[in-house]
């Protein structure tokens, strides 16, 4: 079992700045991807960005030149710098941790853009 631990969501104003972090426990292998999903009111669950063990990363188009995910392998922790963020970022942040068949979620953390 892999357990998630979510921080730094909140409120901001259109143009700023979040940092999400998301540290992971457990039992972990040295192969593994860890990512951001959200979901907004209405809608599914999407892919924001993914980075792997190796350090490929993955973003969606919503996601490029605004946002960076970086990851600490020495603390299983990944980042996601959000910047110019605007108000249809405005959803649930969710971490996300996958290793050979497994597959674990965060609880989500609120991320509000507001306008």
């Known amino acids: 079992q892999v357990q998630l631990v979510e921080s730094g969501g909140g409120l901001v104003q259109a143009g700023g700045s979040l940092r999400l972090s998301c540290a992971a426990s457990?039992?972990?292998?040295?192969?593994?991807?860890m990512g951001w999903y959200r979901q907004a009111p209405g809608k599914q669950r999407e892919l924001v960005a993914a980075?792997?063990?190796?350090?490929?990363?993955n973003y969606a188009d919503s996601a490029k030149g605004r946002f960076t995910i970086s990851r600490d392998n020495a603390k299983n922790t990944v980042y996601l710098q959000m910047n110019s963020l605007k108000p249809e970022d405005t959803a649930v942040y969710y971490c996300?941790?996958?290793?050979?068949?497994?597959?674990?979620w965060g609880q989500g953390t609120q991320v509000t853009v507001s306008s």
């Open positions: 457990g039992r972990i292998f040295s192969i593994n991807a």
């Open positions: 996300n941790f996958h290793q050979e068949w497994d597959n674990y």
């Open positions: 980075i792997t063990s190796g350090g490929r990363r």
